[in-house]
């Protein structure tokens, strides 16, 4: 199934999204399976694609976020890392500036870009894979192109004027 699909295809019924509860002695416990999980056990749910929430029973918190973040940090931990520290103090700048939601989007439909690129090569490998090869490396030229120039003229907008941009204007008006 193409994991970018948004047609009306046949459906499978939705299941509810699994509930792990994180309890104050820090275990996870599977609601669906009544038994208490690893964080292995979870990064095994996101491998298999099943939707979850975890909630700190707490407050009744959502903290999936920061258990994702958990399994991130493991697995950066454990062998070759996804990222080196260049992209991480760059990822870091992005905090708390005017461009930080514009960054998040970015991040995320590239790796929806990516994670659909994926599906396609295991889909039409079986055909010419140097064709294969040659026409996806077309499309996605066309795309990161297009994906660039969307996300620059979000940049360019009047709710998003740069600070060089503020800069200029204020140096316009001094000098007048």
Sequence with gaps: MDPMDTGNA??????????????????????????????SDVRGLVMEGTEFKVTDTANNEDITRSILLQIMLEEESAGAPL???KMLSQMIHFYGGTLQGMFARYLEESLNLFAHQQWEIRGTMGDNPLDSMTNMAQRN????TDMQKSFLQAARSPGNKSESDSKAKDDEKTSS
């Excluded at 030229?141 to 990161?144: D, L, Q, S, V």
């Design 83 to 85: 990222f080196s520290a």
């Design 10 to 39: 046949k459906r499978q019924p939705m299941k509810a999204i699994r509930i792990i509860k994180k309890y104050p002695n820090r275990r996870l416990y599977d609601t669906e399976l009544s038994r208490y999980v690893t964080l």
């Design 141 to 144: 030229m066309r795309m990161w």
